[in-house]
């Protein structure tokens, strides 16, 4: 993700956002379920969420229909250039 890709997500952090690919770790526990919430916010759980939950297909939704998702790698790019702003007013 290049720069201006970034910066435009950063723009765009407070639209709402919806988590899906969250997997449990451990045996017998059920996946997690994410209610929509803001984008800087669900960038920040996934960020936070490494070693915790199973996030190799994790994808974050935002904006229109025709807005790719972020995986991973993005959300870890982002969070790496922004961290806590993203959480800001």
């Known amino acids: 993700m290049d720069r201006p890709a970034m ?3 950063f723009r765009m952090r ?3 956002a919806s988590i899906s690919g969250v997997r449990s770790l451990g045996r017998g526990q059920a ?4 209610h929509s919430r803001p984008l800087g916010e669900a960038i920040r759980f996934i960020a936070q969420a490494e070693g ?3 996030l190799s297909a994790v ?3 935002y904006g229109d229909r025709q807005t790719p998702p972020l995986g991973n790698r993005e959300i870890k790019q982002l969070w790496s250039e922004y ?4 959480m800001e007013a």
Do not use: N, T
């Not at 996946?31 to 994410?34: G, V």
């Not at 961290?83 to 993203?86: C, N, S």
């Open 7 to 9: 910066a435009s997500v």
């Open 14 to 16: 407070h639209v709402p």
């Open 31 to 34: 996946d997690p379920i994410f």
């Open 52 to 54: 915790q939950y199973d």
């Open 59 to 61: 994808a974050v939704f």
């Open 83 to 86: 961290g806590e702003r993203l």
